[in-house]
């Protein structure tokens, strides 16, 4: 395995392990999000110049979805905010190490909700609510509060970061497409794990806090669940935690082996092409409908997304590998197949989000020299004209997303599929779906 | 508690005071006007205080769509007012009383409704025993007892358009009272009526008619009520006069719901926009009675008050404007 272990740099060792780093983004971070939140609230309801939408649907969304996730994996959830005020509730503490004893109620997520199932559904949610919910700022304000809140809350209740690990409409996703990512973080040497007493990784010791997204990384294989917070390479007392440099898409070896993850593969992939046809499209009365929330037009257009990506998608997926025989059942291959959707759905959102950044990016110097929209000019770009940028290069780069994507989706089955079965069917369902998204988005 | 655990806290805490704290104290000190399509609310606020001789500064953003801000009977540029932007904007009042400001754009349907008022006080050397600013002075469609909403169709039309250069040729000794009372108080129809003890033929009392209004006009007027008809009447009345404008359809789609919902108004029909080029509603119309339309507005119609808006004198020319789609003037 070609991995280049960047923890032995010391500089970057030193500074994932110190907790004065990541708090001081993690404090800016805090306070921007607030500052969304206000802005939200009491900015200018035309969205294209609150500072909350400009700020948290254009900018944060274009830098997770075309640096931070296909780079850095779940290098966003290293420093969001959003854990941040609960875990200070339930530690009693920002940086002390902690005392054994529990400050709330500290249980244990119940086993029924240990999967993303929650975070599948509280990101559908937001999916079918998305039309309002990414051009009004008062609901992405209130978006924005509640998960900061539900944060806290859960925090209270439950141990670790369950909001994060189990709830995050975000995280799901971020999750899954980390497994794409160049960056592990991962055990230097097993043994070691295997050998070492009390675990302090997970458990907690006097250098730190235990694994706040309930990971033990002695077994960790695959980015999905690790939040990148470096709380074990705080607490490891064999030095035997490292952050790796690795080949794209590593993860993606070992077949995805649970349903609640294979239907977010499909949720994302459907998702990505619904949004093309809604956002991008040129239907009027498909936007009338996924923007006017609680009329008769909505719930058809809930229904129908619903379907595509429960039914149709899935339903489709299913009779193309049923052409095929192999020794596992459907429902395995079923799982570990669905992982050929990762990289695809990923350079979905590559491409459809290429398109609506590129269009919307000017709008960020306005918001920026007027954040509230008071009629200031802070920085002299208040005035910013609305101009889409890199229009030329806007078609081929998607296009060559779309082309890489379909590429590494084919490797991606070739590589998860069992020996001896045909994986021509999955190929084809990608290329199809390839072809959809490529005449929705061109 | 250790020092770095200490100052971490204080950290986060006072930066979320900042996030919270900063936003809202900026917002509070900086009023703005909001302003939204009529449906959504139209300005907010919609009463606004000042003092006369004192500069108003106002700060008017718009919350949708593009719209536009100017005071009625004041001499003054409208401004537009863009979404999400501020236009700032600086007004003196020479006078107390109850301005009327309005939105200059087509924003919507109910864009006439767009109107809010400046409560002008001081001055005290202005203001009247009564306590009000200077006396209005009463319409003539009231001294003269005009009822505005009653039909007044012109029985009679002509057959082709009228003309004032033919008029003018029959020769100035027309038993016609040429007092500026006489066209005020006289609809076309009333003045062709006038004419019928004479020999003239029916076309050529219509073109005397023609030549009556002409001459109770100028270019200038013509030309301003042709402007002012543009900015504020062809949204519904349509460019040339025909009743057709932008709005039309979706007032006639809208029918009875868009009409003002004043008691008194129920009982009445919803009409689409008059067509000012149909010669039995305009001929049938005196001066007085365009005037009393014009400065109240309603007669169960969409048709909004001007009277707080326009001058007088920029009623009569809108007036003289309207009688041009029937009479054809000299160029």
């Known amino acids: 395995m070609n991995r280049i272990e960047l923890t032995r740099i010391p500089f970057i060792k030193n500074t994932l392990k110190s907790r004065y780093p990541q708090l001081a983004v993690f404090i800016v971070m805090l306070v921007g999000y607030i500052f969304a939140i206000l802005a939200g609230l009491i900015g200018t309801p035309v969205g294209s110049h609150n500072f909350s939408i400009v700020f948290v649907w254009i900018a944060w969304w274009a830098i997770l979805i075309l640096v931070a996730v296909p780079f850095f994996g779940r290098g966003w959830c290293a420093v969001c905010p959003i854990p941040l005020p609960g875990e200070w509730l339930q530690r009693g503490a920002i940086l002390a190490p902690p005392d054994k004893r529990p400050k709330w109620l500290n249980l244990r997520v119940p086993k029924m909700f240990r999967n993303i199932w929650m975070q599948n559904i509280s990101f559908l949610l937001l999916a079918l609510f998305s039309s309002a919910l990414l051009t009004t700022p008062n609901i992405t304000g209130i978006v924005l509060a509640a998960m900061l809140f539900v944060a806290i809350g859960l925090s209270a209740i439950f141990e670790r970061r369950a909001f994060c690990r189990y709830l995050c409409p975000v995280g799901g996703f971020i999750g899954l497409y980390s497994q794409t990512a160049p960056i592990e973080l991962r055990i230097k040497d097993k043994q070691v794990c295997v050998k070492c007493v009390g675990k302090p990784c997970y458990n907690g010791s006097d250098a730190g806090y235990g694994c706040p997204w309930d990971v033990f990384p002695g077994g960790m294989t695959k980015n999905t669940y690790c939040g990148l917070c470096m709380e074990c390479i705080r607490t490891c007392p064999h030095d035997n935690i490292a952050v790796n440099l690795r080949p794209f898409s590593a993860d993606l070896a070992k077949p995805t082996a649970r349903l609640d993850e294979a239907f977010k593969a499909f949720i994302m992939f459907g998702a990505a092409m619904i949004y093309a046809g809604v956002l991008l499209g040129p239907w009027g009365t498909l936007k009338d409908a996924a923007y006017n929330v609680g009329t008769g037009a909505w719930f058809m257009y809930a229904v129908i997304f619903l379907a595509i990506i429960f039914i149709v998608l899935p339903g489709l997926f299913t009779l193309g590998i049923m052409t095929t025989k192999g020794r596992q059942s459907l429902k395995q291959r079923f799982m570990s197949l669905s992982t050929a959707l990762i990289p695809l759905g990923l350079m979905f959102w590559v491409a459809f989000s290429l398109s609506f950044v590129l269009t919307n990016a000017s709008y960020i110097l306005a918001a920026l020299s007027d954040p509230l929209a008071l009629g200031w000019n802070l920085f002299g770009t208040a005035n910013a004209a609305w101009q889409p940028m890199l229009t030329t290069i806007l078609a081929p780069a998607q296009t060559l997303a779309l082309v890489v994507g379909l590429v590494w989706s084919a490797r991606t089955a070739q590589k998860v599929n069992e020996a001896g079965t045909s994986t021509i069917p999955v190929i084809v369902y990608c290329f199809v779906a390839t072809s959809i998204m490529l005449w929705l988005l061109l | ?331």
């Open chain 2, 1 to 331: 508690m250790k020092r770095p655990e200490l100052i971490s806290r204080i950290l986060i805490i006072t930066g979320i005071l900042l996030a919270v704290g900063a936003p809202l104290f900026l917002w509070a000190r900086t009023p703005l006007i909001h302003a939204r399509m009529a449906e959504d609310g139209g300005w907010n606020p919609d009463v606004i205080q000042a003092e006369t001789g004192k500069p108003l500064h106002l700060k008017l953003t718009s919350d949708d769509v593009v719209h536009g801000f100017a005071v009625g009977q004041m001499d003054m540029q409208s401004v537009d007012i863009l979404p999400g932007k501020v236009t700032e904007i600086t007004l003196t009042f020479d006078k107390p009383g109850i301005y009327t400001f309005f939105c200059t754009r087509w924003c919507g349907l109910n864009h006439w409704r767009m109107r809010g008022t400046i409560e002008v006080t001081g001055g005290s050397d202005i203001i009247t025993a009564g306590g009000s600013s200077e006396p209005a002075s009463v319409p003539l469609y009231v001294s003269l007892d005009l009822d505005i909403d009653a039909p007044h169709d012109s029985p009679v039309i002509p057959n082709e358009k009228p003309s004032a250069m033919n008029g003018q040729l029959l020769g100035a000794n027309l038993p016609i009272d040429q007092s500026l009372d006489y066209y005020l108080s006289h609809s076309p129809y009333q003045v062709f009526t006038d004419l019928s003890d004479t020999s003239l033929t029916e076309s050529q009392k219509w073109d005397a008619v023609a030549y009556l209004w002409q001459s109770n006009t100028t270019p200038e007027s013509l030309a301003n009520g042709k402007e002012l008809y543009a900015q504020n009447c062809a949204a519904c009345h349509g460019e040339n006069g025909a009743g057709d404008g932008v709005f039309a359809d979706d007032l006639a789609e809208a029918g009875e719901a868009s009409m003002q919902t004043m008691e008194g108004a129920t009982d009445m029909v919803m009409q689409t926009p008059v067509d000012f080029t149909d010669p039995s509603r305009i001929l049938g119309a005196s001066p007085a009675l365009l005037q009393g339309k014009i400065l109240r507005g309603g007669m169960g119609t969409g048709m909004p008050m001007w009277g707080v808006i326009f001058t007088e004198e920029q009623i009569w020319d809108l007036i003289a404007y309207i009688y041009s789609f029937q009479f054809e003037y000299q160029k």
